[in-house]
């Protein structure tokens, strides 16, 4: 059961990479809650199981997931990767990465290992592709 979990979170962070390099939004939501939404919807309803909220995790459903955009500069070799903010993050050509953290599975029978939740976390990454009428606000 822990795998299957693990495994249908990361496919719903993959999912929510794949909507977020489109530049499309759901109507009434930025971006990012626009991805947020898709990632839990892709859990299956999961996410509120494996991020129930305190005691045994320090978030609770969407707000364990993040978005991040990155710049890749491209000038230095390696490229490094900034993290950027605001409007304009979701430009063309920024990495998005999408992470959902303090994920937990509490064994239902814990016979021969601990009773200690098993945490976990998903993320998955890729590149922003260029939209004709530009990026969508965040």
Known sequence: ???????????????????????????????????????????????????????????????????NFYYQDLSVSPSTLTLVTGAGSNSAGNVVQVTASGLSYTWMIPLLRSNTPLTFSSSSADIMEAQPSGPPTL
């Open 1 to 67: 059961m822990a795998l299957f979990l693990e495994n249908t979170m990361q496919f719903a962070v993959r999912q929510g990479v794949r909507y977020a390099i489109t530049s499309q939004t759901q109507t009434g939501l930025g971006q990012v809650a626009s991805i947020r939404s898709v990632v839990n919807t892709n859990s299956f309803g999961f996410l509120s199981y494996v991020a129930p909220g305190p005691p045994t995790t320090t978030c609770a459903g969407t707000a364990c997931i993040s978005v």
